[in-house]
């Protein structure tokens, strides 16, 4: 009986195996690094309809962060500042800077700047700004070193399990409620500063259903 | 007072005349020659159904849930009750090919193929349900334990999630059972095949099939493991499906008969489904000579046995009921009896407490017409039993104030007539491209595989020596 296959056939096989073994690791390290928030949301900086920049205003200039988001030690959502704000200075300062052209405009007509949000969590997920800052959660834990943003972007992928690392383990992001605006702050002893503080401070970080997805 | 005892011949498996070459070419003749016009006509009906339950899935997941008839109360309707008839209806494919092959039935052979095929196109048509019952169809990899980026796992506590893993370890153990089995024969197809299309696909299916003794060595071993890994399996499976209803507390659902309630009718459907579909591909086929009455009468048996089972169940039921004094328990069987559902009662009692019992009768058991019918009606009444199951118990439990009735809506009906076209799409490619009945064992159990029917001398077939030898003894009391 004549042979069906070429002699090569025999090969086949192995190399059916060997490409299927590389198809689904690289379809499994592919969907584990591209389809995370880690590749798709970190580093979102849209453009905004000013170009305000954090780096001058909080790095230069050396402001608290509370002076523009005043709410963040009293409400769950940390404001973004008004129009009125922005005028306490520039009324005065640059008054005739093309940069601040929609913030004059804003001023005149009572129309508000449309910013772009660019951390934004989906809406059944309740997140508390005072929850945290009053415990020792720095700004620059979760935002990164705004002081050096000229444009605002998106640090962290603020996934589930990304809020749960430290949900779980506190102690190595907390630090003394005095020093949460302070940009760079860094000690040696962290972890144990850190579980001296949770002690002290009695943090008890949720990690039920409930507390943030009520 | 003296009597004789003699052994009662067991029938010939197969009957006609065939020798290997004549069963070969009887069963390879239909993968192998051109399309029925019949054929084409079946095929194309099968494919509107299955255009009518893509366009109901479609529709579901466009417009959400709600489109079905689901109340609160009732919350769990047709998709439901449909995927636990399908599951079960499967069941039988499992039985006849891994549990009769433990009991070293040869009459499984007839109908093994054609079962396991039914299996896995049943537990396809199964598999739709619990998918799109769900309201978020889009985040149903959740149910699997995957690590992820929310850090969530699924609760391994519910019964649902052993859903997940029961019916999809069935699917892929019985698409490997059948596959297994399928590779001698499509050896058997690639050296028939005339067209170059034809020897190439059945030659790479048969992945190198050489029919060697080691081949056939390695084969039995495997089968053997899979049929002793299958046969646990489809107990459990369908253990696991009573378990969605049985580890509540509904009244009429938190009960511990429902495992092997559930796994007996589950048999009994399947052997309906098997027969049912049997009778006609025997006909239409020309296989009279393999799926014989003999085997016909078997499965009759196990039918009659199963759904003996299943009666009892209801009885025990209604007793549980009545000697639990639970108020519940005793409230929702009388509403059975009597209930809002009690049509569907009445027509369950019928199908499935009375049609059986016809079957203690040797001429109705061998009679294809009556078999025929006795069929359809056992699967309509499984239909009806997993039918008061869900929705009876569900619409009338603890609070009167949460009593509603359940009635189906359109887009229910169409869905569950769109399974039988995905399921008969499937079957027909079946019958046309692979072999319906598993030719290599078939020929295992004829009288010229058995070595002892040869003759010593010339070593050519001797018929004579298969007649069954009849040992009389005689015995005085």
Redo the contacts between chains.
């Keep these: 009986?004549a042979q069906?296959?070429p002699k090569w056939a025999d090969e086949v096989p192995r190399q059916l195996l060997l490409g299927l073994i590389i198809f689904a690791t690289a379809a499994v390290a592919g969907v584990w690094y591209y389809f995370?928030?880690?590749y798709t949301d970190v580093g979102y900086a849209p453009e905004q309809p000013v170009p305000f920049s954090h780096q001058m205003h909080a790095g230069q200039l050396d402001f608290d962060c509370q002076y523009c988001h005043t709410n963040v030690f009293e409400s769950k959502h940390a404001n973004v500042p008004a129009t009125e704000t922005c005028m306490n200075c520039h009324n005065q300062v640059m008054t005739d800077s093309p940069r601040l052209e929609k913030v004059r405009e804003s001023w005149e007509t009572g129309e508000a700047v449309e910013w772009i949000r660019v951390h934004n969590l989906p809406d059944y997920a309740y997140f508390n700004h005072a929850a945290h800052v009053n415990v020792g959660v720095g700004c620059e834990s979760c935002h990164g070193r705004v002081d050096r943003m000229e444009v605002v972007q998106q640090v962290e992928?603020l996934?589930?399990?990304?809020c749960?690392?430290c949900h779980r383990n506190p102690e190595q992001q907390v630090r003394p409620v005095e020093e949460v605006t302070t940009m760079g702050y860094e000690i040696v002893n962290q972890i144990e500063k850190g579980q001296e503080l949770v002690s002290e401070n009695n943090i008890n970080p949720p990690t039920d259903c409930q507390s943030c997805h009520y | 007072m003296s009597t004789d005892y003699q052994y009662v011949p067991e029938p010939k498996l197969v009957k006609g005349d065939h020798t290997f070459g004549s069963i070969t070419d009887l069963i390879a003749k239909t993968p192998l020659s051109p399309t029925p016009k019949l054929w084409y006509l079946a095929f194309g009906l099968a494919n509107i159904l299955l255009i009518v339950l893509l366009g109901a899935i479609g529709y579901l997941i466009w417009d959400g849930t709600g489109i079905w008839g689901l109340n609160n109360p009732a919350g769990w309707g047709w998709a439901i009750i449909n995927f636990v008839w399908w599951v079960g209806i499967g069941h039988a494919g499992t039985l006849i090919s891994a549990i009769l092959f433990l009991f070293r039935q040869g009459w499984r052979t007839a109908i093994n193929r054609f079962a396991e095929a039914m299996t896995i196109f049943a537990v396809m048509c199964a598999g739709i349900f619990p998918a799109i019952h769900v309201g978020r169809i889009w985040v149903i990899y959740w149910v699997f334990p995957i690590p992820?980026?929310?850090?969530?796992w699924p609760n391994f506590s519910s019964p649902l999630l052993w859903d997940v893993f029961a019916v999809s370890t069935y699917f892929t153990v019985s698409l490997l059972f059948w596959y297994v089995g399928l590779i001698p024969d499509l050896a058997t197809l690639?050296?028939k095949a005339k067209s170059k299309v034809a020897?190439?696909s059945y030659?790479i299916a048969a992945l190198g099939w050489t029919g060697s003794f080691r081949n056939w060595w390695n084969y039995e071993k495997a089968y053997m493991i899979l049929a002793g890994l299958a046969t646990p399996l489809v107990l459990s499976v369908h253990t696991i499906v009573s378990f969605d209803f049985a580890v509540s507390v509904i009244p009429g659902w938190h009960s511990t008969i429902f495992p092997p309630y559930f796994v007996a009718g589950a048999i009994y459907s399947g052997f309906a489904m098997v027969l049912t579909l049997m009778l006609i591909a025997r006909k239409i086929y020309g296989l009279e000579d393999i799926m014989n009455i003999d085997i016909m009468e078997k499965m009759n048996l196990v039918m009659m046995i199963t759904g003996n089972l299943v009666a009892f169940a209801y009885l025990m039921e209604g007793f549980v009921a009545w000697y639990s004094g639970y108020i519940y328990e005793q409230g929702i069987f009388w509403l059975y009896v009597v209930g809002p559902y009690a049509w569907g009662f009445w027509i369950l009692m019928f199908c499935n407490v009375v049609t059986p019992q016809f079957l203690w009768f040797k001429n109705i058991r061998r009679n294809v017409a009556i078999t025929f019918v006795i069929s359809i009606i056992v699967n309509i009444g499984m239909w009806f039993e997993r039918f008061m199951i869900s929705v009876a118990s569900l619409s009338t439990d603890f609070m009167p104030s949460a009593w509603d009735y359940y009635s189906p809506s359109f887009w229910d009906i169409a869905t569950y007539i769109g399974t039988f076209g995905l399921f008969f799409t499937f079957f027909l490619l079946f019958l046309r491209f692979l072999p319906m009945v598993a030719i290599a064992e078939v020929k295992g159990v004829m009288p010229q595989a058995d070595p002892h029917n040869y003759d010593g001398e010339t070593n050519e077939f001797d018929p004579s020596k298969t007649e069954p030898v009849v040992v009389q003894q005689e015995q005085t009391v």
């Design positions: 009986m069906i296959f995370s928030p880690e992928p996934s589930m399990s990304w749960l690392d | 992820n980026q929310m850090a969530a690639r050296d020897k190439i030659g």
